[in-house]
Every structure is written in structure tokens, then in C-alpha cells.
């Protein structure tokens, strides 16, 4: 009985260079590309998705857009927010869904790597705890953690020494226990104001992208400096995506 099938690409953090081998060859099998449209400030991403199937996919497929739902950027309760928009992804999701052939390959390209704050694969099995039919593949890709570091020509741990990965949210409430590094994701308020000045950071904006911007040094030295030319870069762009490295002396 034909399965319809669900393919969750990794396509890295902005350069189109960070396609895989894997990637490219799964690209070739695909009927249905499946995006969520985050409105016009972040149509650049949309076109970066376009850009790349021009480049590396030479059979005909269709391209599918459905409307992200908004959120509330300063919610009361995160998780409860969180939980909800999520919901209301699945239902956008599913709807797509309904444009994939019983036996027609379907797929979504994720930004990084899909099992890295992103809420793809959370969404598929929500809709196939609905019931919902399909199979589900995965294919990894570049992380901005790994884009962050190789810019800055840096490891992501030191020698025998563990690293944590969280969000600026958790950050702002404390440092991590037993980490000297805490690589940082979703930060929009700043956190790394709050931490040790004598800590190291390194910083990166679109990392990939022709407009990668990096800043690294002590947080004393260069925090007001990262403020400044994010808030230049968001206002110009509508958009941005950054994510930093931080290392305590």
C-alpha cells in the first residue's frame, strides 16, 4: 500500500554551501516542498530555499506556501504560548499535507538542522498522533552553533570540558551549573549584559550569508558594540537570526 513520505532537510545556516551530499541526493527524489511563510521581513529565507532547489534539482516538483501563525513575542506564560502556536503550526501543516499524493514524496527545509530548536519534527508527530499517515525521514544539516564557531575559528568546548546549549531566556535567569561554555540561541533581549564582563563572546549574525557579521572579544569590551550593530542590522533587514559562544577567562 503506497505510504506517503515526509522528508525534514537540513540545509544549513545560510550558505548554500552547507547543503550535503545526502541533501542533494534526497532533494532529487522530492514531489512537494512544503513553507511556511513568515510574511515579507523574512522572505529573504524563502528565497534562499528557492535559490537552492534552482541550483540542485532538476526534476519537476511543486511548492507549496501556508501562512505561519503569529505568536505573542512577551507572553505572561512561554510554555503555554509556546504549546498553543504549536498547535496552530500543526493545523496550518496538515492542511499542506493535503496537497501530497498517497504515494508522493513530500519535503521541508529546515534552517540548520532540524533537531536543534526547531519545531518541525514536533509538529509531524503531533499530526501523526491525529492519526495522520505518512513516514517521516530526517537528513541533518550545518547548525548556526557550528557556522558560529568555524567563523571564529574556534572549538565549541575547551579540552575535557563540557558545553551546554540554551536559549537567551534561560541565560537572563543564570549562568549554567558546571559549564565554562554556554553556546546561546534566541537570545532578543541581550542576556550576555548579564553575565561576568570578564567572559568571552563570540558573536555571529546570518552566519553563511554574504551579510555575516562577527564580533568577538570580552563582554566589557564589546557588548554595547553587538547591541548596536544588531539593532542596525534588524532594523535594515526587518530580520535577523544571531546566536553566540560564551567563555568563561
Known amino acids: 500500500m503506497p505510504v506517503r513520505k515526509i522528508l525534514v532537510i537540513g540545509i544549513g545556516a545560510g ?36 535559490s537552492i532547489l534552482a541550483e540542485h534539482v532538476t526534476r519537476p516538483y511543486r511548492w507549496v506556501e501556508g501562512r505561519d501563525p503569529e505568536r505573542d513575542r512577551n507572553p505572561t506564560d512561554y510554555r503555554a504560548t509556546i504549546d498553543a502556536w504549536r498547535r496552530d503550526r500543526a493545523d496550518v501543516v496538515r492542511g499542506l499535507l493535503s496537497e501530497l499524493g498517497e504515494d508522493e514524496v513530500g519535503a521541508f527545509l529546515v534552517w540548520g538542522d532540524p533537531s536543534l530548536y526547531d519545531s518541525t519534527l514536533a509538529i509531524l508527530d503531533d499530526l501523526l498522533a491525529r492519526g495522520e ?45 558546571d559549564v565554562d561554555d554556554v553556546a546561546v540561541m534566541l537570545d532578543a533581549t541581550y542576556s550576555f549584559e548579564g553575565v561576568d564582563p570578564d567572559t568571552w563572546i563570540y558573536w555571529g549574525a546570518y552566519l553563511g550569508m554574504p551579510d555575516e557579521i562577527l564580533v568577538s572579544g570580552r563582554v566589557g569590551d564589546v557588548a554595547a558594540r553587538i547591541r548596536e550593530v544588531r539593532d542596525e542590522a534588524r532594523a535594515r533587514k526587518g530580520w535577523i537570526m544571531d546566536t553566540y559562544l560564551l567563555r568563561r577567562s
Open 15 to 50: 550558505n548554500p554551501d552547507h547543503l550535503t551530499v545526502q541533501a542533494v541526493k534526497a532533494l532529487q527524489t522530492v514531489d512537494v516542498y512544503f513553507v511556511l511563510d513568515k510574511g515579507s521581513a523574512k522572505q529573504e529565507l524563502v528565497d534562499l530555499r528557492a
Open 133 to 177: 499517515s505518512f513516514e517521516v525521514e530526517v537528513i541533518p544539516g550545518v547548525t548556526s552553533v557550528a557556522a558560529l564557531t568555524a567563523g571564529h575559528r574556534v572549538s565549541l568546548n575547551q579540552v575535557g570540558k563540557p558545553v551546554q546549549i540554551t536559549t537567551g531566556r534561560r541565560l537572563a535567569a543564570g549562568w549554567p551549573s
